[in-house]
């Protein structure tokens, strides 16, 4: 799974099971060197709705700095759900 953010700050990360990925993410101030060390990745498929969870290590210029949790929840616009 694939994540970009593009805006004030930058970052393109990549979630792999089982696998570090360094990235660049790009602030006003200056690059920080970050580690994605994805744990799992779960996705449950239902009739309209796909339900993804990735837990993942997060680490800062080769150091840890937290266990994170990534939940999404994608239906169609015509079910009437308005995700945040």
Known sequence: MEVSKKGLINVHMIFD??????????????NIFIGIDT???LVKEEENRIKVEVYY??????QHLANCRIE???APREDGIRLA
């Open 17 to 30: 099971k089982n696998k570090k990925n360094m990235t660049s993410y790009v602030t006003p101030y200056g």
């Open 39 to 41: 744990e799992s990745i």
């Open 57 to 62: 290590g997060l680490e800062a210029n080769y």
């Open 72 to 74: 999404m929840q994608l």
